[in-house]
């Protein structure tokens, strides 16, 4: 939580930081504050009379669904797409052997070490091509 709002949270400390503002300044500070509380208050209203809504028309579909015989699960098997295909891993665009050993990179993404270090010694990445 930031400090600002542990300060507004904790009764001490907020009066300890407003200690120094004057009457009128505290008035006009909690008018604000209320005018917060307020549109947060119709704002859960609001939220709270959409969800009612809602749950009123989903019980009135399931009663619909009932009427005719339908259940979730008839409806499930329509509304299930495939999944998206996975594409296939990029081909290597560049190879290099170390000690022995054979490194691949595509191109993409983050640069191997041992490609860097080559490059840094004076070699070009044409020389690594497949």
């Not at 509380?37 to 969800?51: L, P, V």
């Not at 000690?99 to 041992?114: F, I, K, L, S």
Request: no cysteine; charged share 35%; glycine share 6%.
């Amino acid at each position: 939580m930031s400090d600002f709002l542990e300060i507004l949270t904790h009764g001490r400390r907020f009066k300890a930081a407003v200690k120094e503002l004057s009457l009128n300044d505290l008035k006009e500070l909690s008018v604000k504050l209320e005018k917060i509380i307020e549109e947060k208050a119709s704002q859960e209203a609001e939220e709270q009379e959409a969800m009612a809504e809602r749950n009123a028309k989903i019980e009135e579909i399931r009663k619909q669904m009932e009427a005719i015989g339908l259940s979730v699960d008839d409806i499930g098997g329509a509304a299930v797409k495939a999944a998206p295909k996975k594409r296939a891993p990029r081909p290597a665009k560049y190879q290099i052997e170390v000690d022995g050993e054979m490194v691949q990179w595509t191109g993409q993404g983050r640069m191997p070490t041992v490609f860097k270090n080559q490059l840094e010694s004076g070699r070009t990445m044409e020389d690594f091509l497949i």
